[in-house]
């Protein structure tokens, strides 16, 4: 059994650490500046900060080995999203050009201009050359921010996107973060009051957490938007407001935001709640709260060591709800026709809109695969247990 | 035995089990009791069943049957006879005018609805019931609503007969300022705006607020009463008078064209004026969906062939008389050429078989310029008992009747019906069916597929661990819901819901397979499977014999799980529009209501049920699962 | 000074369950504890022992319940005073625990200097952490543990390292009494050996002033006790001396239970294990009459008419049967081995 002290004995070891993190900086300065032009700058930046971190993590034994770990797996998940996305829009059986501009060729009755406009999609696609090939090229309009022309739309996916995220994430990121906030809070004061609160919370949370969000959100929309009038019920804001500079433009922005936040933070709260509340209980019974009381510890204190236990793993929830962001915005967008990337994907799957399909699902492949790398690294640094296990792993 | 009867007393299971059955019982076994098909959206129009003898008479050809059949039905009263009403009407050719009258009346009053022009809708009323228009009953009713203007009279004088004296100057300066605005919103042809002012002040609580609700509640009575018999009565034109005649007109273009046609087609080659009509005959073979324009080229073609003969007719008229010097007196020289042409002796013989020729030609082509101009509501080419004229009206009446879209839950439906006419509780049935079904083959796929990769990971260790760990981590990263999205669009519209289970057992079986494995391992080095391993087991008997049975408890849980999330899966495919369109499933249901925007207007019974059921069924579950938790989990009782 | 650390008089404590049943595992259990002194506590699992515990440490909280008598700490009864001056001055500092298991009883997640310092603040010792830390170094080194320890996570120590930490940390302020509560049966026999000796170190150097040693295994007690009580379904059956229970039991209980030792002597190759058969009484529904009856040797009908009490022999003995022990020892004597 290694025991790592490491930490503790400053001087030589601080030095150390110092110097490779300065390289680490260095590094990563460097690749941005070198592959300016072949990368955008959102790709560049990430490269940068990943093997900065995994140069600086030389500096730390035991939970360096763990974040270079991490790094390497997601890294890899990465690729084979990468492929995956890549790979399956080809497997449907036939000339994809075909399939994917029938609607369009059908208006076309010039026969030279519809080979003109198969010819400039094969070359798009490259699917003159070989899979590898095409892959490669993929990659490598990936890393330029180059996302393909959406077919029904007729822009560039990469600039739809964009324009749809700001959309999902300012609901789903405040509801996450409140719920999360307030669904632990609520969890650990119903396990320890264990009052008439607990014949309350704990059965309207567990309903909460059961309903399928989407449910949830419909019968919000039915009650709280068409029966009581108290919200609008379409769109991300009145489209008959001309000005959008306005106040009354941020005031319709506002009063059609509430309805969906509200539902989705009540989602989240139920769920927390309920986690919360049996990790606090199972927390309060063990052993070592035993131990503390009997020593003299007071109340309070013990109290604070467990919820601080009990956090643990739902910060590791917390990442697993900030990742599945935008899968999940997808049906409260769906239901309250609100203009996010879910609903974007939606009509983009209606439409058999094949790039903006993918552009997408790759979207929220990435924010998953991010945010769960983020947990665990912040994971791996509040939670000395991880660290032990990586010890042991030798 | 024990286990189960302890599961039996947790009330969290029994509570969970309950929903669950409740809703798998209903859709197991009302489609048994309703036989119906669920997707038929039409229901018998029992006037079509009780023309049904007609109908036959008809295609049988039995014109003075078919009328006597007529008036019997109409004698009979049972049907809904509107339009057999006017299909006598016609059929003895002095009713036309009343199926103009109706059929002006509709346009008014729909052109009257889209503008919400009360003004105009009366005096068309009156007239229209006045004149014993069709379904006068029922709009007697809606006249009564616009006449006088007397719940809103009522509801002015009210709000002016309300007590004023605990107002200020100002509030009493608002006051009247408020009923000067109704007064004059309600002289206007728009009375609903009136109650959106009163809303507005309603919401600003001005005061007396209370009061002002009364009349918003009395303006809204008015209103949507109205509004829903101008609805109503709409739905009914258009469904009888309208679609009807328009089939009519057109089915009467179209014959009426090949009629003509055939007409002319009878000219033969061996007429001396065959060649003279090839152009007719062009226009005839070139017809294209503009029936109108064919008529009208073939009238003016006919029209001049006629005159052409017209004219032969009377030269040879002359000819015989006269003998061959009226061949110079004609006028027209094609003509005069033709008869030129004859024999000089035998000038008169010529003539007369000329005359005949275009004679007969000229009758032909009388025949089907009169059948061409059989167009119209007329019908004047048509003859009285004519059957394949009374048929074209019979087929117009539909077989089913479309008033029952979007109706409300009343006692033949008790869920009310969706935008095509289904009932929804039929349609419920079928759909928790379906779901349920996708959701158990998810559940069995996911289940097994993660148990068996559990086992395997957590017996064998070693370099297949390595591989199958980092396999199902990729994919419990990766999110399900992308790889779902991906594989369905890649495999288009999936046809057979097994399918769609074995696609989302398919995705869902890493955290199954994850937690079987940890399971497993630690299971790996206890005393009784190292004592099996000793022994010489082979390696598939210890996993099944000495390791399955441990983690059975935690494997119907999981199963439970993963039901419950293929069953929320499926739902989430159908409302992204990804599963058979065809099909029925609870999300499907979803989806058609969101696309028809049923929960913006209000119509909950076309999704509430659906919701409720699908919660139900998932909450039901989940508690079996907490219940069974409890059990076998003692530590965190809770 | 008084030389009685701890006097308990009558003392019962019950669970309540969930149906609002008292089930009293603790019913009528009185001793003294000296000075210097270290009283064993023996019986088979679910007697009663670690309940015993938990309530003289005073420590009442759902489903335990405090039902009656007293218990004299230092010439003061614990339970009349309020939760606060209990927890500041008694726990911790005077009568201290360790418990079964010491694999869960440190927090994971902090290190075991944070924890000192925790424990030392609570009761106002006055002390600045460095101050603390030292005292901490102390008493590790002299359980022979390392300084590193004070740096270290709890999940970085092996079993009988955490077990030693334990009982250094519930020492730390020199409680007049220790409750060691089985503190090395999770432990293998090497372990076990060191942590014995450092109990017995500790009370020989007056980090702590009197034990109270709980265990089913009775071997052990033979080293360390220097009174044996032998507690079976909430009552103490015996007391006396440790060479007078373990040699010369009386009770049959405790003389079946001696009996049922292995004891690698010679000479005891042909002695034959006496086993008791049975279970302990379901103390919700208590029998009537002595609650040994089902499984004694020597029953007669009487035994089950009325309850036992406690008799006293001259010498101070203690046992619970209404035989004399004239008689419980004839008995014996004519107990005729399974093989001879």
């Known amino acids: 059994m290694k025991a790592n ?178 669904g632990n809070l609520l969890g650990a004061y119903a396990a320890y009051k264990k009052g008439i609160y607990e014949k309350v919370i704990f059965p309207v949370s567990l309903f909460l ?25 379409l769109g991300g804001f009145d489209a008959q407001i001309i000005s959008k500079q306005s106040g009354v433009y941020y005031m319709s922005l506002l009063s059609h935001w509430a309805l969906p936040f509200i539902s989705q933070t009540l989602i989240v709260i139920g769920g927390q709640a309920i986690g919360m509340r049996s990790m606090a209980l199972y927390e309060l019974n063990v052993d070592y709260v035993l131990f503390a009381k009997l020593q003299g510890i007071r109340d309070r204190k013990v109290t604070r060591y467990v919820f601080r236990n009990a956090m643990l793993p739902q910060v590791s929830g917390l990442a697993l709800s900030l990742g599945g962001m935008v899968a999940g915005s997808t049906l409260i967008e769906i239901v309250f026709s609100y203009p996010g990337l879910g609903q974007q994907l939606m009509m983009a799957i ?29 994971y791996g640094l509040i939670d000395p247990r991880v660290r032990t296990a990586q010890a042991e792993e030798g | 035995m024990q286990t189960i009867k302890t599961m039996l007393k947790s009330p969290r299971f029994l509570i969970g089990f309950i929903l669950v059955m409740t809703v798998v019982l209903f859709a197991v076994i009302y489609p048994m009791v309703d036989t119906r098909d669920p997707k038929a959206n039409r229901l018998p129009n029992e006037a079509y069943e009780a023309v049904a003898p007609l109908r036959a008479m008809l295609d049988a050809g039995e014109g003075e049957n078919a009328t006597q059949e007529i008036a019997r ?119 609903p705006m009136a109650k959106k002012l009163l809303d507005d002040y309603y919401r600003a609580r001005g005061p007396m607020f209370g009061d002002t609700v009364m009349l918003g509640q009395a303006l809204t009575e008015v209103n949507d009463g109205l509004i829903k018999e101008i609805v109503n009565l709409n739905l009914l034109f258009e469904q009888y008078a309208t679609p009807t005649l328009l089939r009519v007109q057109a089915k009467i273009d179209s014959t009426a064209v090949d009629k003509a046609a055939s007409a002319v087609k009878q000219i033969k080659r061996t007429n001396a004026l065959y060649a003279e009509l090839e152009p007719l005959r062009a226009i005839f073979d070139a017809k294209g969906e503009d029936t109108a324009e064919v008529i009208r080229l073939a009238t003016e073609e006919i029209a001049r062939v006629r005159q052409h003969n017209r004219d032969v007719l009377t030269a040879a008229e002359a000819v015989r008389e006269k003998g061959a010097e009226a061949v110079s007196a004609i006028v027209d020289e094609t003509v005069r050429a033709e008869f030129e042409s004859l024999n000089a002796e035998d000038i008169v013989k010529g003539a007369q078989a000329l005359a005949d020729a275009h004679g007969e030609t000229g009758q032909r082509l009388d025949d089907a310029l009169s059948r061409l101009s059989g167009v119209g509501v007329d019908f004047g080419g048509f003859k009285p008992g004519d059957p394949s004229a009374i048929k074209i009206l019979t087929d117009g009446i539909p077989a089913s009747t479309l008033t029952l879209k979007n109706l409300p839950p009343s006692r033949e439906h008790p869920l009310g019906t969706d935008m095509d006419s289904r009932d929804v509780l039929l349609e419920l049935a079928h759909a928790a069916r379906l779901s349920l079904m996708v959701g158990l083959i998810a559940g069995c796929i996911a289940t097994v597929l993660g148990i068996i990769i559990g086992l395997l990971a957590g017996y064998i260790g070693g370099v297949l661990d390595s591989i199958l760990t980092t396999w199902t981590n990729l994919f419990l990263v990766i999110p399900s819901f992308v790889i779902l999205i991906l ?152 | 000074m008084s030389d009685t650390m701890l006097m308990v008089n009558d003392l019962k404590t019950y669970y309540r369950t969930r149906l609002k049943e008292n089930v009293y595992a603790v ?133 009988g390292m955490k077990q030693r930490t334990v009982i250094a940390l519930s020492t730390l302020l020199n409680p007049s009494v220790l409750i060691a509560d089985e503190p090395s049966s999770a432990l293998d026999v090497s372990s076990q050996k060191v942590v014995m000796e450092m109990l017995r170190k500790m009370l020989r150097e007056s980090q702590v002033q009197s034990m109270i040693f709980i265990t089913h295994e009775l071997p052990l007690l033979r080293h360390v006790a220097d009174h044996i009580a032998v507690m079976y379904a909430g009552e103490f059956v015996e007391w006396g001396t440790a060479e007078q229970v373990i040699f010369d039991p009386i009770h049959p209980y405790s003389h079946a239970l001696m009996g049922s030792i292995i004891v690698p002597e010679e000479g005891m190759k042909s002695h034959s294990l006496s086993c ?42 203690q046992y619970r049967c209404r035989f004399s022990q004239e008689a419980l020892r004839d008995m014996y004597a004519k107990e005729v081995p399974a093989n001879a």
């Open chain 2, 73 to 191: 039905l109409i004698a009979q009263e049972e049907a809904d006879f509107g339009p057999y009403q006017a299909l006598y009407g016609w059929y003895t050719q002095n009713q036309i005018a009343d199926y103009k009258i109706e059929n002006r009346s509709a346009n008014i009053i729909s052109a009257a609805v889209d503008k919400m022009d009360w003004a105009g809708i009366y005096p068309t009323l009156t007239e229209y019931i006045d004149g014993g228009g069709d379904r006068s009953d029922m709009l007697v009713g809606m006249r009564g609503l616009l006449e006088g203007n007397e719940p809103v009279d009522m509801a002015l004088d009210t709000l002016r007969g309300l007590d004023t004296s605990g107002l200020d100057a100002a509030g009493l300066a608002k006051w009247q300022q408020l009923l000067d605005d109704v007064a004059a919103r309600l002289a206007e042809p728009n009375p």
């Open chain 3, 276 to 317: 008791i058969p049975g279970a302990p009484p379901n103390l919700k529904n208590v029998p009537k009459g002595c609650r040994f009856a089902e499984r004694c040797t020597y029953i007669t009908p009487e035994c089950r008419a009325e309850n036992q009490v406690m008799t006293t022999l001259p010498d101070g003995r």
């Open chain 2, 487 to 638: 594989l369905s669009v890649a495999m288009g519209q999936i046809r057979e819901a097994w399918i769609t289970g074995l696609v989302i057992g398919l995705t869902a079986w890493p955290w199954t397979a994850k937690s079987v494995r940890a399971q497993t391992v630690s299971l790996r080095y206890r005393d009784h499977v190292n004592m099996a391993r000793i022994t010489g087991n082979p390696t598939w008997r210890i996993i099944a014999v000495e390791i399955a049975p441990y983690i059975a408890s935690y494997i119907v849980m999981a199963f439970i799980l993963q039901v419950a999330s293929g069953i929320i899966s499926e739902a989430t495919l159908s409302i992204l529009g990804l599963g058979n369109p065809s099909s029925i499933s609870l999300g499907r249901m979803i989806n058609r209501a969101q696309q028809y925007e049923s929960i913006v207007n209000g119509r909950w019974w076309e999704f509430v049920p659906v919701a409720v059921s699908i919660a139900m069924i998932t909450f039901g579950l989940y508690m079996m699962n907490s219940g069974m938790d409890q059990v076998f989990n003692p530590k965190i009782r809770s």
């Open chain 1, 209 to 233: 957490s059961s309903i399928p969000s989407f449910i949830f959100s419909m019968l919000m929309l039915l009650w709280l938007g068409v029966s009581w009038g108290w919200f609008p019920v």
């Open chain 3, 27 to 159: 019913d009528g259990v009185s001793f003294g504890l000296e000075r210097g002194k270290v009283l064993g506590i023996a019986g088979e699992s679910g007697c009663g022992k670690s309940t015993l515990s938990l309530s003289l440490m005073g420590f009442y909280f759902p489903p335990l319940h405090f039902g009656s008598g007293s218990i004299l700490l230092n010439g003061n009864d614990i339970m009349k005073l309020p939760y606060e001056t209990l927890r500041k001055d008694y726990l911790g500092k005077q009568i201290a625990y360790i418990p079964q298991a010491a694999m869960n009883a440190l927090n994971p997640t902090r290190r075991i200097r944070r924890y000192v310092v925790d424990v030392l603040t609570e009761h106002d010792t006055g002390l600045d952490e460095k101050a603390m830390l030292n005292l901490a170094r102390e008493k590790l080194s002299f359980l022979n543990l390392p300084d590193r320890v004070l740096d270290a996570y709890p999940g970085e120590l092996s079993g």
């Open chain 1, 350 to 378: 209606r439409n058999v809109d094949y790039p903006l399909i993918s552009g997408c699902t790759l979207v929220i492949s990435i924010t998953m695969l991010v945010a769960n790398l983020l947990i665990d690294i912040i």
């Open chain 1, 5 to 182: 002290f490491a930490l503790a004995a400053p001087g030589a070891q601080g030095k150390k650490a110092a110097a490779y993190i300065l390289t680490a900086l260095l590094v990563g300065v460097l690749i941005v500046i070198a592959l300016s032009g072949h990368a955008s700058l959102g790709w560049r930046l990430a490269l940068a900060i990943l093997v900065a971190a995994v140069v600086a993590s030389y500096a730390m034994p035991t939970f360096g080995k763990y974040l270079r770990k991490r790094i390497y797996w997601y890294t890899g998940t990465f690729f084979v999203a990468l492929a995956l996305n890549f790979l399956l829009p080809r497997l449907i059986p036939g000339n994809p050009v075909d399939i994917i501009l029938q609607d369009v060729l059908a208006g076309i009755t010039d026969s030279s201009a519809a080979t003109a406009l198969k010819n400039q999609y094969i070359a798009q696609l490259g699917l003159d050359k070989s899979i590898l090939e095409q892959f490669f090229r993929y990659t490598g309009n990936l890393f330029k921010g180059e996302l393909g022309m959406s077919l029904y739309l007729a822009q560039p996916v990469a600039k739809i996107l964009a324009s749809k995220i700001p959309w999902s994430v300012a609901i789903m990121l405040p509801s996450i973060l409140v719920g999360w906030l307030a």
